[in-house]
């Protein structure tokens, strides 16, 4: 067998022991005669395979019953246009922090839907950084406030979440959920694709609080509807059943681990690796992200020239990591090593990069 080292931004590495318990169970479920590919999402197994999803998912995160989870289709981007559609009602505003590509998404789908405000953004800076406390403007009548926990073209992640007093947070926590510990609490919900930190893509988690569901408007189409799925507990429609059973054993994994403490300085270990080498380099490698912005999971910086860059992808490959290019609309180099990625990994990068900057350097 020859894994090799995925630096891609998503869908990523998964953890081994996932994929060999996955690989075990494909050709049948212990007791149940088929895999969980081909059950009924009606049936037993499956409310078994999606009861223990929750269990390890609220053990994992310390969920509280205050919060629903919800696993739904249609991407992070999917959120992007339900969020408004259901919590930012008619005449009113939402606040957004614009904080890279993803967050400008947001916002671009939210005005189809109402006003989006601006509260902060760093654009003026190419999105390098955490946009600085005392430039928020925060509207206290606001709906919701809309965040980015992580970005992952430019490589920034908030160092903790923004205090936004009384008004509901909702956080596009795609790229850096469950990477460390998180206080579900102070959110009203809580989204993320599952193909970077959790499992494979095609399943989306969310995690809405009670408490949000009596400001959705009545007659939304019903699948658009958060009620929906709060009610039906995912299972309004086939849900998708493959990517739950990889996110309960991708949970079960990480408590395994020790949870999100451990895995949290597990990750930042990993990222200071990288960060170090960077800074180290006499400037041949420089980085794109302010140091107290920095990214624990994209990871990314610039060579000399493009020609550089293109070579050092090219090389890298060539030893056994991938995806290493930035992100089309950026450039550069972008590592991106998620829960599951391996500290072997990012090792064998550093030295790589050592090497790469002596010869080229
Ligand atoms: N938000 C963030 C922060 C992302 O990184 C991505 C995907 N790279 C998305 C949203 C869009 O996710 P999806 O492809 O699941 O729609």
Redesign the pocket.
Known sequence: MTRIYNFS??PAMLPEPVLAHAQRELMELPGVGMSVLEISHRSKPFDAIIGTCVDNLRKLAGIPTSHHILFLQG???LQFSMLPMNFLPAGGKADFFVTGT?SQKAVAEAKKVGTAQIAATDEANNFSRIPDRDTWKLDPGAAYVHM?T???IGGVEWPSEPDVGGVPLIA?A??DIFSRPIDVAKYAVIYA?A?KNLGP?GV?LVIVRDDMLAKIPKGLPTMLDYTTHVKEKSLYNTPPVFGIYIIGLVAQWILEQGGLETLGRANADKAKLVYDAIDKSGGFYRPHARPDSRSNMNITFRLPSEALEKRFVSEAARQGMDGLGGHRSVGGIRASIYNAFPRTGVEALVSFMAEFAKQAG
């Open positions: 931004s998503g991407g992070a981007s993803w980015t992580n970005e992952t596009d795609s790229s694709g193909q893509s989306t």
